[in-house]
DNA sequence: TATTGTTATACTCTATAACTATA
DNA sequence: TATAGTTATAGAGTATAACAATA
């Protein structure tokens, strides 16, 4: 690459190229910030042997302890089919069980197990630890204005 | 459901789930709001029959005529053989041209057409609506908090 | 030897249909 | 008959290796 070449030669786009329509696009910079974030998050995982799937049940087990894998599929916003796979990855960790419910046979209930419950805890300190880093500077009003934003899009979605 | 069952009886979990742990991460918050942003955005792109990615290629060719596949990819960080089709569907369509360089026989001098350009101004302006549309209530001044967030996220992931 | 565009391929994520066992 | 969980499968989206043409 030629980067001493002062004249606007024909050669076309030799520069960077212009973001000008995207940049405008508040939801573009939000998927973009998105991805950064995932991906951070995606390594601050890997030490627990957690994608961000994985993460989410079994916080969301955690929380809920007693839960069927319908209900969890539901609040993941996941296709039943494929939770059972997250459920099974979790379960062969040892990190959660799966009991059948005494009144109706079909369904699970779901809980962590101690590893579990342990493992949760960490992963949840260090996911605290990747937002702190990357909201570093960040006061606690924008913040709240930043949250504020993203639930007023969740009710224009809805309307 | 029994939901009459007044008692707090062994069923668990009968009430909606807990996402209190979840909810305290902007992470999280962010991400939900970019897949709700992003299916709107698919409704709102589907009578122009293109994708996020097709748009955006779109938009970058318009804006940076002359570009080249490799730097096309490299602006919209996706691998090059996962362009090829993206550009194949543009070009199939009518919408950019693909010319040989002179001066380096290898590489395509990317350009829209008429047609693309009619199109890329038309879908532009319907984003641009399901924007307005999603951010309705939001003031400048929380706006400009926002970008400023979103541009912290990237400055800190960077070091 | 390096680069542009391409093909083939694999791996992950996600979505649907159909099965089983229970109710 | 309806529901919980499961299996199989198909479709996107994304990543890597290797090739032909050109530099």
Do not use: W
Not at 45 to 59: D, G, N, Q, S
Not at 67 to 85: F, G, I, K, T
Not at 101 to 126: F, I, K, N, Q, S
């Amino acid at each position: 690459m030629n980067r001493a070449t002062p004249l606007s030669a024909p050669e076309p786009a030799a520069q960077a190229p212009s973001f000008t329509t995207l940049r405008r696009l508040l939801g573009y910079r939000l998927r973009r910030a998105t991805t950064l974030i995932q991906s951070d998050l995606a390594e601050t995982l890997k030490p627990f042997e957690l994608r961000m799937i994985t993460f989410t049940a079994l916080v969301l087990i955690r929380d809920n302890p007693g839960l069927s894998q319908s209900q969890l599929a539901a609040a993941m916003d996941v296709e039943r089919p494929n939770l059972v796979v997250i459920v099974d990855e979790l379960e062969t960790r040892g990190l959660i069980a799966r009991d059948r419910l005494p009144t109706d046979r079909r369904t699970y209930a779901l809980t962590v197990t101690e590893a579990g419950e342990g493992l949760c805890a960490e992963a949840v300190g260090a996911v605290e630890g990747h937002e702190a880093r990357l909201l570093d500077g960040l006061s606690e009003a924008d913040r709240r204005t930043v949250e504020a934003a993203l639930a007023l899009i969740h009710r224009n979605a809805k309307g």
